[in-house]
C-alpha cells in the first residue's frame, strides 16, 4: 500500500512553526520529552498486561533504547511498550491538539514567556519538540499484543502535512527515528546523549539504555586495548520520591514537578514524607505557584499519579485529595494496594480513604504553616487558589474550621491591600457582639459604601467583605468558635438590645405611614419595617434569614438555574426626616397622590442601592426630575 498524505491540524502546524522558527533555547528537551513518551507507552503497556499477559509478547524485559548511527545522521529512540495502530497515530501525531499542546501555546501569548525564552526549557511540549532538531521525523509503530499484524510508518518534514502507511514491524512498541540537522548533529554523541539524559531523566523507571564503545584490556594479548561495545543504562532510575529527602535537591524536585505537571512555573511548595503504620506509602506533593487556566473547568483532571510498588497504576487519582484541594499535584507510591486495582475498588477501599485523609492534613497543616511563617508567600497562594480551598468549608464537615482558619478576607477595618482572618475578626470583637458579620459585593469599594454598613460603623463593629460568588452559599452556613456568621443584608438583625424598644417605639409613632407604604408596595416587598442597621440612609432592602442574596440570585440565572423571586423586605430609618415628612402630609391629607410617589421613590432607592436594576427607569427618572422641579420653585420663592 502507498503511504498516505494527510494534513495536520490547525493547532499542531502553530506549534510546528514556532518550534522551527522560534525557539532556540533548550533545544536538548527533546530527548525528555521522547523518552517520557516512551516511559508512558511502557507503563500503560505493563499495567495492561496485569490483566491480559498476551500483551507481553512473553517479554516483560521494558527497555528505552537510544541509538545514534553517524552513518545516517539519525538519532532513534526505541521502546518496547503499548504501541500504537494506524488509527491512534494519526490521532496522537497530527489530528488532536493535546492539553499539553494548548497550555504551550496559551503559554507563549504571555508576555513573561515571550521575553524569558529560557521558560520554554521547562515547558512539556510533547512529541513535536522533535522538530527542533530534526528536518525530517519517522515513526514506526506496532501495537502490543498483535505479533503478526503490520506496523505503522509515519513520516513528516514538518512542512503541514504527514504520512502513514502500513509497514512489517517485528517487535511490539515504538521507533522513534529523528533526522537530525546538519547543525544538530552534536546529539549523536554519546557524552552529550549521557548528559541530557542524566539532567533530565534520571528518575525514570525503565532502563534508558545505549551501546557504548569502551576500551578494555584485551584477555589474549596481555597490555594491550581492544574495543568492545556494552549496553550502558544511562539513567539511575531511583524514583526520586523514594529516596531520602537529603539526597534531594529544591532543583531536582523542581524537575520532576515540570515534568508531571507541564507547569512552567516552580512550584510554591514540595511536601515529601513517607508514612509507615497502618499504611505505608510515600507522597511527593507540590502546590503549585500558578492556577492552571482549566483548573474550573468540568474537564480539569485532579488527583496525584497513583504507584503501586513503583508501578504506575493511574495518571491522576482523584480519590487521594478531597475536591478542595485538586490544585494539589504529585506521586503516591502504595505499598499496601493491589496492583490491578481498579477505580471503581478505589472508591471505597480502606487504604486509599487512610491515604487521602493523611495526605489532607499534610497539605492542610502546610498551608497552615505557610501562612503563620511564610505570610507573603501565602497571600501568593491564597490569590491563586484561595477560591478553591473555600469549597472545603461547605463540603470537609469534619474540617470545617480547620480550613475557615485559611481563610483570608477584606474587612471594613483591613488597610487597603491587606487581608484579615477569622482568628483576628473575633479577637477583637467587641463587648456585646454575638455574631461574625459580612457583607457581599462585587468590590470593596462598593462593599463599603453600602448603606448596610451603618450601623455597624456606629457601634465600630467589623464587618468582613466577601467578593468571590460563592462566598454566600459557603459561608452563610459556618459557625466559627461558636459564631455564626450572619449577612448584613439578610435578616433581622439587632445590633443590641435598646434598638429593639427604639424600633418599636418608632413603628408605634410611624405606624400609620408604615401601613399605608406597605399597602403601596404589596406587589413588590413581602414587608414594610423600621430598620436598626441605617443611621443616615432613608430605607434600604433586605432578605429573610435564609433568602439567597440578590447577587447569588443573578449568578444561579447566568447559569440557567431558575430561582423563584424572593420577595425582599424594605426597611425604614426611622430617624431619616422623610419618614417624618410623610407622617405629616399623610396626618392632614391621607390621600395626597405625593405620598404614593414618595412610597415608590423609597423603594426605587432601595433597589439602587443593592446593586440591582429598577424594572422602570424612565418613571423614576421623571419623578425625581419632579422632585428637583418642585424644590427648585421653593428655592426660587425664597
Ligand atoms: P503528550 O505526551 O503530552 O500526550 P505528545 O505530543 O508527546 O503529547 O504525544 C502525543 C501522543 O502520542 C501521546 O499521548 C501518545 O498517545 C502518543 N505517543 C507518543 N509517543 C508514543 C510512544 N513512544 N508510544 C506510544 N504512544 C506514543
Known amino acids: 500500500m502507498s503511504a498516505q498524505k494527510m494534513e495536520f491540524k490547525t493547532e499542531v502546524k502553530q506549534l510546528l512553526d514556532l518550534m522551527i522558527h522560534s525557539l532556540y533555547s533548550h533545544k536538548e528537551i527533546f530527548l525528555r520529552e521522547l523518552i517520557s513518551n516512551a516511559s508512558d507507552a511502557i507503563d500503560k503497556a505493563r499495567y495492561e498486561a496485569l490483566t491480559d499477559n498476551a500483551l507481553l509478547e512473553g517479554s516483560g524485559d521494558w527497555k528505552i533504547r537510544i541509538t545514534p548511527d553517524r ?52 515547558f512539556g511540549v510533547g512529541f513535536y519538540s522533535s522538530f527542533m532538531v530534526a528536518d525530517k521525523v519517522t515513526v514506526i509503530s506496532r501495537k502490543a499484543g498483535m505479533p503478526g499484524s503490520t506496523g505503522v510508518k509515519w513520516e513528516s518534514t514538518a512542512d503541514g502535512a504527514f504520512t502513514v502507511e502500513d509497514i512489517g514491524k517485528e517487535h511490539k512498541g515504538t521507533d522513534v527515528i ?41 584477555a589474549i594479548e596481555k597490555g594491550k586495548k581492544v574495543k568492545v561495545t556494552e549496553e550502558e543504562t544511562l539513567n539511575s532510575r531511583k524514583a526520586i520520591w523514594l529516596k531520602n529527602k537529603s539526597e534531594i535537591s529544591q532543583d531536582e524536585y523542581n524537575e520532576f514537578y515540570r515534568h508531571i505537571s507541564h507547569d512552567f512555573a516552580d512550584p510554591l511548595k514540595t511536601v515529601h514524607y513517607k508514612a509507615e503504620g497502618t499504611s505505608e506509602f510515600t507522597a511527593l506533593l507540590y502546590i503549585p505557584s500558578k492556577a492552571p487556566f482549566n483548573i474550573f473547568y468540568k474537564d480539569f483532571r485532579m488527583g496525584p499519579i497513583l504507584y503501586v510498588k513503583r508501578v504506575q497504576i493511574m495518571d491522576h487519582c482523584e480519590d487521594l485529595l478531597p475536591l478542595y484541594l485538586r490544585f494539589v499535584k504529585g ?21 486509599v480513604e487512610i491515604i487521602k485523609k493523611s495526605v489532607t492534613k499534610q497539605i492542610l497543616d502546610t498551608l497552615n504553616d505557610m501562612k503563620e511563617h511564610e505570610y507573603d508567600t501565602y497571600f501568593n497562594f491564597y490569590s491563586e487558589f484561595g477560591r478553591i480551598v473555600k469549597e472545603g468549608v461547605h463540603f470537609d464537615v469534619a474540617r470545617k474550621e480547620q480550613i475557615a482558619d485559611l481563610l483570608l478576607f477584606p474587612s471594613t477595618k483591613t488597610e487597603k491591600g491587606t487581608l484579615t482572618t477569622l482568628q483576628k475578626y473575633t479577637d477583637s470583637m467587641k463587648e456585646g457582639q454575638d455574631d461574625i458579620y459580612y457583607i457581599t459585593g462585587v468590590s470593596v469599594d462598593e462593599a463599603l459604601s453600602s448603606p448596610y454598613l451603618e450601623a455597624f460603623r456606629a457601634k465600630d463593629y467589623e464587618v ?3 467578593l468571590d460568588e ?162 427648585a420653585k421653593r428655592v426660587i420663592a425664597l
Request: proline share 4%; net charge negative.
Open 331 to 351: 506521586v503516591v507510591d502504595s505499598s499496601d494496594l493491589p496492583l490491578n486495582i481498579s477505580r471503581e475498588i478505589l472508591q471505597s477501599n480502606r487504604q
Open 470 to 631: 460563592v462566598d454566600d452559599i459557603i459561608m452563610g452556613g459556618l459557625e466559627y468558635k461558636g459564631k455564626h456568621l450572619k449577612s448584613v443584608t439578610r435578616g433581622d438583625i439587632k445590633l443590641d438590645k435598646t434598638d429593639d424598644s427604639d424600633r418599636k417605639k418608632a413603628e408605634e409613632t410611624y405606624g400609620k405611614i408604615l401601613e399605608f407604604i406597605k399597602d403601596q408596595l404589596k406587589e413588590e416587598v413581602k414587608d414594610v419595617r423600621m430598620s436598626s442597621r441605617l443611621k443616615d440612609s432613608a430605607c434600604c432592602l433586605v432578605g429573610d434569614e435564609g433568602d439567597i442574596d440578590p447577587q447569588m440570585q443573578k449568578i444561579f440565572k447566568a447559569m440557567g438555574q431558575d430561582v423563584p423571586p424572593h420577595k425582599r423586605i424594605l426597611e425604614i430609618n426611622p430617624l431619616h426626616p422623610v419618614i417624618e415628612a410623610m407622617q405629616v402630609i399623610f396626618n392632614k391629607d391621607n390621600s395626597n397622590p405625593v405620598l404614593g410617589e414618595y412610597a415608590r421613590l423609597l423603594y426605587d432607592q432601595a433597589v439602587l442601592l443593592e446593586g440591582s436594576k429598577l424594572k422602570d427607569p424612565a418613571a423614576f427618572a421623571k419623578s425625581v426630575a419632579k422632585l428637583m422641579a418642585d424644590n
Open 178 to 218: 529523528l533526522h537530525l540537522k546538519d547543525e544538530e548533529k552534536k546529539y549523536l554523541e554519546t557524552w552529550e546523549i549521557k548528559n541530557i539524559v542524566r539532567k533530565y531523566s534520571d528518575y525514570i523507571e525503565h532502563p534508558v539504555v545505549m551501546d557504548v564503545e569502551r576500551e578494555v584490556d584485551s
Open 71 to 122: 552513518n545516517t545522521g539519525t538519532l532513534m529512540l526505541s521502546d518496547n511498550g503499548t504501541g500504537m495502530t494506524k488509527e491512534e497515530v494519526i490521532e496522537a501525531l497530527g489530528t488532536i491538539a493535546h492539553s499539553g499542546t494548548k497550555e504551550f501555546l496559551k503559554a507563549l501569548q504571555q508576555k513573561d514567556v515571550r521575553d524569558n525564552p529560557e521558560l520554554i526549557g521547562q
Open 464 to 466: 468582613l467583605i466577601m
